[in-house]
């Protein structure tokens, strides 16, 4: 078919299982039931089982339909969230690379202890991040030839951008980030949550990547859709008889992240004209908004790297300052 043997899970599973592709109960079970097993599986956190059943969901469909169908292209981003939620529940590698840098002798007990366990997750979140990519390019490679799944693509770009965040491959992210913007641009109104989020993840990836004057633009941007946002919500509370709880404490989150929009921005504009050099995203308060905006996983990702970052830059200013008084630390050759 059209489908086989495209995917790294489905080469996998040739590998393993070469007669068969129902060896698991679940995989002979209709697909909405194990959609909906994914979504129970997520929902309580339990992103193993959600990944088991989500692969052999998306083989069911390639097999059903092709693998560049559009209706593979939900279970195609289902799919690359769990994985990319199940990287994130165990760990940033990115982050534990920086600290081990950082903290040789830390390092090395811990890799003293379990070496082999550290070596296999390291291995399985190559592959992880492997199949997340494929399935989540080719959905949005589904979803670019018609302008009408625009705002779907441009939710699975923000996905993406989070998956590279993840990856600590920053310059991706924003691509991704900047392409989801300009799509949800030309189809949503100011007042729509989804422009708030989206330039948010762009914002937050502009300066984890010390672009702090692409990221005082982006920040503006955040805070006019806060305020179009807020404007919608009261014009929606003033009409209602009854006002929605989900719609009251959207409101309440709002005003909290209005202010703290505009205190970066002047934050930011304090920059202008000095240097950038170790300019990272502060850990404290960003950390909270982001999460708070809902950017899909993209929140803990971005807190992440933004720590990894800063972590690497005091590990970069440590080693200089180091060099500067004569130690006997050796140059960073692999710089």
């Not at 995989?27 to 989500?54: G, H, I, S, W, Y």
């Not at 081990?100 to 190559?126: G, I």
């Not at 993209?298 to 200013?317: I, L, M, N, V």
């Amino acid at each position: 078919g059209e489908g086989e043997g495209v995917f790294a899970w489905e080469r996998e599973e040739d590998e393993d299982e070469p007669t068969t592709t129902t060896t698991r109960d679940h995989v002979k079970r209709p697909f909405a039931d194990m959609l909906a097993e994914a979504t129970c599986a997520l929902r309580d956190k339990n992103f193993e089982l959600a990944v088991d059943v989500l692969s052999d969901a998306t083989s069911m469909r390639v097999e059903e339909y092709g693998s560049m169908a559009l209706e593979c292209v939900d279970v195609y981003h289902k799919y690359g969230k769990a994985l990319l939620a199940k990287m994130q529940m165990s760990g940033d590698v990115l982050g534990r690379a920086i600290q081990a840098e950082a903290e040789p002798e830390t390092a090395v007990e811990v890799d003293t202890e379990e070496p082999s366990t550290s070596t296999k997750e390291n291995e399985e979140e190559c592959e992880d991040s492997q199949v997340a990519w494929e399935v989540l390019e080719t959905a949005r490679l589904i979803l670019s030839k018609d302008p009408n799944h625009s705002l779907e693509e441009a939710d699975v770009l923000i996905t993406l951008g989070d998956l590279s965040l993840e990856l600590g491959n920053y310059e991706q992210a924003i691509g991704d980030y900047a392409r989801a913007c300009s799509l949800v641009r030309e189809r949503l109104p100011m007042h729509d949550r989804r422009m708030l989020n989206t330039h948010h993840a762009l914002a937050m990836a502009y300066m984890i990547s010390n672009l702090p004057e692409k990221a005082l633009e982006v920040h503006k941007a955040c805070a006019e859709a806060c305020e179009a946002r807020i404007a919608k919500l009261t014009e929606e509370i003033e009409k209602a008889t009854v006002v929605d709880p989900d719609v009251a404490k959207e409101m309440e989150e709002l005003r909290e992240f209005l202010p703290e929009f505009h205190q970066k921005i002047g934050d930011l504009r304090m920059l202008q004209g000095e240097t950038t050099t170790g300019f990272v995203c502060p850990p404290s308060g960003s950390e909270r908004v982001v999460h708070d905006l809902g950017v899909i996983k993209g929140s803990k990702s971005a807190s992440r790297a933004s720590k990894a970052k800063e972590q690497e830059d005091r590990s970069k200013r440590k080693a200089e300052d180091q060099g500067d008084i004569g130690t006997e630390k050796r140059p960073r050759e692999e710089e």
